[in-house]
């Protein structure tokens, strides 16, 4: 049988839209989806999960209610479920997210920047 | 509140034992671990879940029954449930797994080759 490895980069090369995410793998019921980010994001929660961010390239700032956090590439920050959190990305960052499969990147909030879940590259 | 995100260079820069997972996060129920590999593991399969790997440097090779994949730095691959494999390191891997707290490294197969579990870094 082909068994085939999946490459961050190649990926990401992919398309240039950014704040979509696109699923590249399946662990159970985990989804690992790359995104490019880039600006403000809106303030949103997860009631249900925690949610990880791996960053591949670029430097992520996370704010939280009460301090925010840096995410560099090679390094990964888990959100705890519940606790909100706002993404900004001075320069184009790219990450990988991992979260159960039917997460939507807007959390609980919604709205316009709501991307389409379950989209696989 | 202070928030801190994890570097995966810094964890593995504080070990040197190979073949010993060490924990660095956790999402949900599910375990991020760092380890080091060269050489070769025993054959064996996790028949609940499904298995992440990601190499953060060097060239890990898994070898199932009917084929082998590649795995290089920023590169992932996920092993199926119930699936046998045996990972392979020409040189030293460093790699971050991904799975569910009390997943054992040699699986449902036990051995000397087991390592303790749930062991923090």
Request: charged letters at 30%.
């Amino acid at each position: 049988m082909i068994y085939k490895s999946i490459s961050f980069t190649q990926k990401l090369g992919l398309f240039a839209e950014q704040w979509k995410p696109k699923v590249v793998a399946e662990m159970n019921d985990y989804q690992f989806k790359v995104v490019k980010l880039k600006g403000d994001f809106v303030w949103h929660e997860h009631q249900d999960t925690d949610e990880t961010f791996i960053v591949i390239d670029g430097d992520l700032r996370i704010d939280f209610r009460d301090g925010a956090v840096h995410v560099l590439s090679g390094e990964m920050f888990v959100v705890p479920k519940g606790v909100e959190h706002k993404p900004y990305a001075e320069g184009e960052v790219k990450l990988l997210l991992i979260e159960p499969r039917g997460v939507l990147n807007t959390g609980d909030v919604g709205g316009e920047r709501t991307a389409e879940n379950d989209v696989w590259i």
